[in-house]
């Protein structure tokens, strides 16, 4: 259905309520996408799979209301899409239309489901693969309820319909019922829907100049996603910037810039800092690392034999197995290098799911056999960043039963490098993070993840599931899983090499 007002011109660029949405959070991202939009950011795998996962949440919602009829013409066909959907509203045997198209006061919308109420009124639900309402689904939801206002659709109320992060899986069948939650935005966007004219106006009257807005970078850079413009806006900082101290905060931030402030050997006497950001800011004023006394206290907590332990895990909006939510982690491989004496030789071992079945019993059965079920078993498991696997072995323990007590014995010899660096080392090649793939090149020069064929967790989960959805051949599926075992032996090697520096450092 379109209505165009009598005020638009007929040249006007369309938006789409993504790109109005876009000019809300950043009017600067806005100009990009309609007049520069080759500066974005190729899309990658993950963006890819992101919006693969929307859309088949979206369909699966679309059971939440039998009957329903799908818009099909889409944007390839607009016209043909808007001329559909007023025959579908017309119809009064149509209780539920999705995808449904209108224009108005050009902005086109496409109504993830239209729902027919009583009294001739209609139900707006906007579908989101999240478990909740964020800020950014309410311009999102108010600017579709603006252009159904506009075009005279009558609203009973205006909703966000999302995944139930608490929908526990049969491992059977998806209940749309239960696993989605429709929450009522109706008086939120009915606020947010009278100031969307003069918005519409601001992002027009930004549109039409030669230059884009100057909008200084921040939190929109990053969320609620990453900015496919982000390298447009920012800069690669200094080594020396003060926006690299750990948790240094906006705030701070900012009034350091104000006052012209960027580099931390200018940092004035007596600026407060945490134990932790002094000792970044001594280590990059003296360009070398800085190791605390308290360091060999903390190396003393290990026992040997040590067990250098990694998981790879991957999530998704619908569980895979029974018992399970969305977006649970679902471990899929892990590796294990064991150092049993301070100059015996490393021992790898690892575990990677096959590509069908339920693989967590699996995974479970086969890291006890190399770490050790009895209660004598002994010696410290090095991990870097202990809750992720503490967690992950807890929901392991949940979804398998018997394993209840040898988990919490694996879980009570957790060593946590990672607590050890923020807590006792910094390195001015951290620059601000101590992540894995920071601290690892820092601290051991030449080895890094550069020119590996998966190079983080993030990739490694979307190739997994790759495998599991049977997108690639064989022969591919071979070269995946290789690069699967290579990445995920590389991080518990790392770890390995990573406790030696700081073995050494210690014995000074």
């Known amino acids: 259905m379109k209505r165009r007002d009598a005020g638009v011109a007929a040249t006007k660029t369309r938006l789409s309520k993504s790109k109005f949405v876009d000019g809300v959070i950043c009017p600067r991202r806005l100009y990009f996408q309609i007049h520069s939009p080759q500066l974005a950011a190729a899309g990658d795998e993950a963006t890819q799979a992101m919006f693969d996962q929307g859309a088949e949440i979206g369909i699966l919602a679309t059971r939440a209301f039998p009957g329903g009829v799908r818009v099909e013409e889409g944007y390839e066909d607009i016209p043909g899409a808007l001329e559909r959907t007023s025959g579908l509203v017309k119809d009064g045997a149509v209780p539920a239309v999705f995808e449904a198209a209108f224009e108005y006061d050009g902005v086109l919308v496409f109504v993830d489901v239209l729902e027919r109420c009583s009294k001739g009124r209609w139900r707006l639900v906007e579908v989101k693969s999240s ?103 920012n800069e690669e900082k200094p080594a020396d910037w003060v926006g690299h101290i750990p948790h240094l905060g906006r705030r701070k931030l900012d009034a350091l810039e104000r006052k012209g402030i960027r580099s931390i050997p200018d940092l004035p006497a007596g600026f407060p800092l945490s134990a932790r950001q002094a000792r970044a800011v001594a280590a990059v004023k003296k360009r070398k690392p800085v190791f605390d006394k308290g360091l060999k206290r903390a190396l003393a907590e290990l026992t040997y034999p040590l067990y250098f332990m990694d998981f790879e895990t991957c999530s998704a909006a619908l569980p895979p197995f029974a018992g399970m939510k969305p977006y649970q982690h679902l471990p899929f491989q892990w590796s294990v290098h064991v150092r049993r004496s301070p100059k015996a030789a490393l021992e790898h071992h690892d575990f990677l799911a096959p590509p069908h079945g339920d693989p967590r019993k699996d995974f479970l059965e086969a890291l006890l056999d190399v770490l050790g079920r009895g209660a004598s078993s002994k010696g410290s498991i090095v991990v870097y960043n202990a809750s992720f696997e503490t967690a992950r072995l807890k929901d392991l323990a949940r979804w398998v039963p018997g394993y209840k007590g040898v988990v919490e014995r694996i879980t009570a ?65 071979g070269r995946v899983v290789r690069a699967l075992r290579e990445y995920c032996k590389k991080d518990t090697l790392a770890l390995d090499k990573l406790l030696r520096v700081l073995e050494e450092r210690a014995a000074v």
């Open 413 to 477: 010899r957790l060593w946590d490098l990672l607590k050890v660096m923020r807590e006792h080392v910094y390195h001015p090649g951290f620059q601000g993070s101590f992540s894995l793939k920071a601290v690892l090149p820092a601290l051991v020069p030449g080895m890094g993840y550069d020119g590996m064929a998966i190079a983080e967790g993030g990739q490694a989960s979307l190739e997994y599931l790759n495998i599991v959805s049977g997108r690639y051949s064989p022969s591919k599926t």
């Open 131 to 233: 478990t909740s309402v964020k800020d950014h689904h309410r311009p999102d939801v108010a600017i579709q309820k603006y252009v159904l206002d506009g075009c005279g659709v009558p609203l009973a109320a205006a909703s966000l319909m999302h995944v139930n992060g608490e929908y526990v899986y049969d491992g059977v069948r998806y209940d749309p019922r239960r696993l989605f939650s429709i929450e009522d935005l109706t008086p939120e966007v009915r606020k947010l829907a009278r100031d969307i004219p003069g918005t519409l106006a601001g992002q027009r009257r930004m549109l039409a100049r030669k230059a884009p807005p100057d909008v200084a970078p921040d939190s929109q850079c990053l969320e609620p996603f990453l900015c496919p413009f982000y390298a447009v806006c």
